[in-house]
């Protein structure tokens, strides 16, 4: 079944010149930690940090939305082995 449309949010804008970037690094093995002891992927304990940041950053600067966000996450659906040169994802 579909989810329907996300919900608009300050990011659901077109890009300006004034729309900047920030990014971080975190030590993998900080993060295999952090999922073992949560019993989790480490595929989960990066969406969750990624979901916490969102939401407070959409907490602080507003507004959080009443519905949940939908996030993508790309899947590689190549063969173990296979190396062409081709995409072979899709998304989930």
């Keep these: 079944s579909s989810l329907g449309p996300a919900p608009r949010t300050r990011f659901n ?9 920030a ?3 975190l030590p993998l093995a900080e993060l295999h930690r952090a999922r073992k002891r949560h019993g989790a992927s480490l ?4 969406l969750f940090i990624i979901g916490g940041a969102l939401r407070r950053y959409l907490t602080k600067h507003g507004p959080l939305p009443r519905k949940s966000l ?10 173990a082995g296979d190396t062409t040169s081709n995409n072979q994802a899709t998304m989930t």
């Design 43 to 46: 595929n989960d304990a990066v």
């Design 13 to 21: 804008v077109s890009l300006s010149a004034t729309r900047s970037f």
């Design 70 to 79: 939908i996030a993508a996450v790309p899947v590689s659906t190549r063969a």
């Design 23 to 25: 990014g971080v690094t």
